[in-house]
Nanobody, 115 residues
């Protein structure tokens, strides 16, 4: 059984920070590249950041310099540190595990940034 559980979302003022956590099943965390995606109302789900098993990271241009993805292998957890938040960051954020041919998704956590 594969399980991804996000936490850490909430309401924050523009310029503030949040840290999202995604606790994953050990069986999938050990083999999968992990990522964060987000979906705003009326928009396509988009890639935010990914981190490979070896620690290589990729970021969407819109969040570079503001967001940091990391992983704690001992805790089977991936994090997304979000700084300098903007109202346009408001979205449901989803944790993803890329285990080809399947992608596994968490249930999502709401991030709302007020102006």
């Amino acid at each position: 059984q594969v399980q991804l559980v996000e936490s850490g979302g909430g309401l924050v003022q523009a310029g503030g920070s949040l840290r999202l956590s995604c606790a994953a099943s050990r069986s999938i965390f050990n083999i999968a590249a992990m990522g964060w995606y987000r979906q705003a109302p009326g928009k396509q789900r988009e890639l935010v950041a990914t981190i490979g098993r070896g620690g290589r990271t990729n970021y969407a241009d819109s969040v570079k310099g503001r967001f940091t993805i990391s992983r704690d292998n001992a805790k089977n957890t991936v994090y997304l540190q979000m700084n300098s938040l903007k109202p346009e960051d408001t979205a449901v954020y989803y944790c993803n595990a890329d285990a080809f041919p399947s992608n596994y998704w968490g249930q999502g956590t709401q991030v709302t940034v007020s102006s």
